[in-house]
Nanobody, 125 residues
């Protein structure tokens, strides 16, 4: 069974950091570009960051540039999202998604083939 599983979410104070992980099972991520998305209550799902299959190309939403870093370790079949200087507006459920592509495909939700179940990130004092 092909699965993506996110982990690493939690409650953090403003200014704090979290690292999210997206682990794949049932398939290898070597040939997949990965995107991180988030959805806050009452809002649409939005793209946060994406990375090419090799890790050589990355993109970020303007709202997280300079604060979030996406990376991957294909040997561990895992993609990471390091989130620093967290703000209350970063509170959301974070999802990772995979698309069979060497290159990043941006933040169009319909482009992605597989999705994880999400992990909650809450930024609050």
């Amino acid at each position: 069974q092909l699965q993506l599983v996110e982990s690493g979410g939690g409650l953090v104070q403003p200014g704090g950091s979290l690292r999210l992980s997206c682990a794949a099972s049932g398939f290898t991520l070597d040939y997949y570009a990965i995107g991180w998305f988030r959805q806050a209550p009452g809002k649409e799902r939005e793209g946060v960051s994406c990375i090419s299959s090799s890790g050589g190309s990355t993109n970020y939403a303007d709202s997280v540039k300079g604060r979030f870093t996406i990376s991957r370790d294909n040997a561990k079949n895992t993609v990471y999202l390091q989130m620093n200087s967290l703000k209350a507006e970063d509170t959301a459920i974070y999802y990772c998604a995979a698309v069979l592509s060497e290159h990043t495909v941006g933040f169009q939700i319909y482009e992605y083939d597989y999705w994880g179940q999400g992990t909650q990130v809450t930024v609050s004092s």
